[in-house]
């Protein structure tokens, strides 16, 4: 049995964007629990984040996952890139 992660995949149409931060927030969505950093390359990329690093009560309280890409991961001022198939295995 796969342990409890999220899956996802990244793709990076015209190698726009360097990075991809995954972030969980919990209770009031202002607190982040935890926050995986993952190096995007032109093409499908695909992402498994393993739950278990977070072990913590709060983990029962994931309010909010984001996909965040910051100014500086910006290759280009314009692009395209997708997220999909993003499924949470418990």
């Not at 899956?7 to 991809?20: G, K």
């Not at 190096?39 to 996909?67: D, H, R, V, W």
Request: aromatic fraction near 12%; charged fraction near 20%.
């Amino acid at each position: 049995m796969k342990a409890a992660s999220v899956d996802l995949t990244v793709n990076n149409f015209t190698n726009s964007i360097t990075d991809i931060n995954v972030e969980f927030k919990y209770s009031n969505n202002l607190q982040k629990l935890y926050t995986y950093k993952y190096k995007i390359t032109a093409g499908e990329n695909k992402i498994y984040i393993p739950l278990a690093k977070m072990k913590s009560q709060a983990l029962q309280e994931i309010s909010e996952i984001c996909f965040v890409v910051w100014n500086n991961q910006f290759i280009e001022s314009e692009g395209m890139f997708e997220l999909r198939n993003i499924a949470l295995r418990i």
